[in-house]
Nanobody, 125 residues
Framework: QVQLVESGGGLAQAGDSLRLSCAASGRTFSSAIMGWFRQAPRKEREFVSAIRRSVGNTYYADSVKGRFTISRDNAKNTVYLQMNSLKPEDTAVYYC??????????????????WGQGTQVTVSS
């Protein structure tokens, strides 16, 4: 089993930056891909970004490309999401997720087996 704990959410103004962290524990060596998803009120959970733990390949939703950066520190079993130039439409609960399979499609939420509890990000205009 893998446990994921997010941190770093909070309140921000448009244009500000926040950094989310996702600390993984348990059987973390098997987490081939780690991702970030978000869910705004009354909307579906959507893909934000993902990273392959071994080779570091990164993936981004078009809506965050150029503003968000995902990174990982395998020694600390932690994945980060640096969010710059925040917009009110980035307001959502952000979830960290992990999958054991390197063949998983990084942007497909159904491919992820492990999920964190989520951290709220609120961006005001």
């Amino acid at each position: 089993q893998v446990q994921l704990v997010e941190s770093g959410g909070g309140l921000a103004q448009a244009g500000d930056s926040l950094r989310l962290s996702c600390a993984a524990s348990g059987r973390t060596f098997s987490s081939a891909i780690m991702g970030w998803f978000r869910q705004a009120p009354r909307k579906e959970r959507e893909f934000v970004s993902a990273i392959r733990r071994s080779v570091g390949n990164t993936y981004y939703a078009d809506s965050v490309k150029g503003r968000f950066t995902i990174s990982r520190d395998n020694a600390k079993n932690t994945v980060y999401l640096q969010m710059n130039s925040l917009k009110p439409e980035d307001t959502a609960v952000y979830y960290c997720a992990a999958t054991d399979y390197s063949s998983s499609i990084p942007y497909a939420k159904n491919e992820y087996k492990y999920w964190g509890q989520g951290t709220q990000v609120t961006v005001s205009s």
